[in-house]
Structure formats: C-alpha cells, structure tokens
C-alpha cells in the first residue's frame, strides 16, 4: 500500500506562487508514474498535470500549461506541483495519485489517492 500525503497549499494572491508537494510512504514510488488532479466546489475532480517515473514526458491540463510544472525526486520519494501566475480559478483542493493504467486524464487511472491540500487564489 502506498500512502500519499499532500501539503503546500494556502491562501495566495492572484498572479503569485505556490509550490504542492506529494509525499509517499509504505513503499516506493520511482517506478510509478503520478499525477495531480483538483476539485472546486460543486465541481468534478480534474485533471492538472502527469509525469512518469523519470520524469522525461510530463503531461499538463490545457487550463494550466505554461503555468505549472510538476517534477519529483525519487530519492526523496516525492512529487511536486509548481504553480506559478495563480488565478481565481485554480481555486480548489489539490490531490496526487498513482497512475495505474488507461487515461492519464480521468481519474479512474489512478489509485492510492492523498488527502488533498487547500489553494485559494484571492483576485
């Protein structure tokens, strides 16, 4: 079993900056492919960016390319989330997940989901 928790979020204004990180324990993650996904209120879980186990194709939600970036660090068995130029409506719960086979896009090919960590983006 992998367990994920997730922690950098917070309230910040729109056009600033936060960095989400993704820690696992129980077991390794660095032949893992992950991603992270975001729920706002009264809205379904999307997806926000993918990266494979080591880190050579990364994948980003049309919504947030350019602005975001995810990486990790196996040795630290991590991900991250760099989210930079931040707006309104990147307002949401933020989670990480393990891939584990079909789409990248839904949720429904990942497994071993976080806890989620809280982003408010102040206009």
């Known amino acids: 079993q992998v367990q994920l928790v997730e922690s950098g979020g917070g309230l910040v204004q729109a056009g600033g900056s936060l960095r989400l990180s993704c820690a696992a324990s129980?077991?390794?993650?660095?032949?893992?492919?992950m991603g992270w996904f975001r729920q706002a209120p009264g809205k379904k879980r999307e997806f926000v960016a993918a990266?494979?186990?080591?880190?050579?194709?990364?994948y980003y939600a049309d919504s947030v390319k350019g602005r975001f970036t995810i990486s990790r660090d196996n040795a630290k068995n991590t991900v991250y989330l760099q989210m930079n130029s931040l707006k309104p409506e990147d307002t949401a719960v933020y989670y990480c997940?393990?891939?584990?086979?079909?789409?990248?896009?839904?949720?429904?090919?990942?497994?071993?989901w976080g806890q989620g960590t809280q982003v408010t983006v102040s206009s």
């Open positions: 997940a393990v891939y584990v086979g079909g789409s990248y896009y839904y949720t429904s090919g990942y497994d071993y």
């Open positions: 129980g077991r390794t993650i660095s032949s893992y492919r």
């Open positions: 990266i494979t186990w080591s880190g050579s194709t990364l």
